[in-house]
């Protein structure tokens, strides 16, 4: 995770992003805390990467890269005000002992914001932000299958906004965000999937942090949280309404270093 201390509004590169509707600073350090303090109550130990001024959307550790077993495959951000982010990345997981691989020229990637494993499947998010061929240079790198997903909704920029695994077998996801041959290929590859309802999609229901049989997501998404505990989740919610300003929540602000929990090599 990364402190929320340069983290603002500062240019709009999705349709959540106005610098009309700044976030508010100090609200969004009180949400980051609850969020940082709530993951350590379930167990989980965080690294901090520390904060840049300039950058403010390295506070979205998602999308520093794709973490599989000692490696990181950096991300090469399709926008320009992004791209700095990446050097920053390189140099944490350097030093955290992780070997750094880096996208050939021109593939756009942008990590697990668009890549996340379902047991031993890939599955990729594409067109908004990353390349297909950039998701399948991945997988091949990996010797894994991916199923590329395209998504049609520009509120659902990154796979990882309306696509959450659970487990090797479940998932969260909004449908209307892929196009229908993603929505037919989710139903084949995936046996137990939990559909999102429009509401609670726009608060980012999908996009949560799952840490064994607990999920820890935004308020205000109280059909989710009956789905899941109808197959055994605890869902642990907390605010995060200034970072969904920014086109983020719970997942956006982490990058899980030891694999996903639905994640076959975990």
């Not at 020229?105 to 990729?124: N, S």
């Not at 959450?164 to 929505?183: K, R």
Request: one cysteine or more; aromatic letters at 12%; proline letters at 5%.
């Amino acid at each position: 995770m990364c402190p929320p201390d340069y983290y603002g509004i500062e240019y709009e590169i999705n349709p959540w992003m106005s610098r009309s509707q700044q976030s508010n600073l100090d609200v969004a350090r009180q949400q980051w805390e609850a969020l940082h303090q709530l993951l350590q109550t379930l167990n989980a130990r965080i690294e901090l990467i520390a904060p840049v001024k300039g950058l403010p959307d390295l506070v979205f550790t998602a999308n520093a890269g794709l973490i599989w077993k000692d490696k990181a495959f950096l991300s090469l951000f399709r926008h320009e005000a992004r791209q700095g982010e990446t050097a920053v990345d390189r140099d944490w997981f350097q030093e955290a002992g992780f070997e750094t691989i880096e996208m050939p020229d021109d593939y756009f990637f942008e990590g697990a914001g668009d890549a996340l494993f379902c047991g031993d499947t890939l599955f990729a998010g594409y067109l908004i932000r990353s390349d297909v061929k950039a998701l399948q240079w991945v997988a091949g790198e990996m010797n894994c299958r991916v199923i590329p997903l395209q998504l049609v909704d520009e509120f659902y920029y990154h796979l990882d906004t309306c696509f959450c695994p659970l487990s090797e077998t479940e998932a969260i996801y909004y449908p209307p965000a892929f196009d229908s041959y993603a929505q037919q290929a989710l139903k084949e590859h995936i046996p137990h999937l939990i559909p999102v309802v429009d509401q609670e999609a726009q608060r980012f229901a999908c996009n949560a942090v799952v840490i064994g049989k607990s999920v820890a997501l935004n308020t205000g998404c109280p059909q989710l949280e009956k789905d899941l505990k109808e197959r055994g989740y605890e869902a642990h919610s907390t605010p995060l309404d200034e970072f969904i300003k920014a086109g983020g929540s719970a997942k956006c602000l982490t990058l899980r270093l030891d694999g996903e929990c639905a994640a076959a090599w975990s």
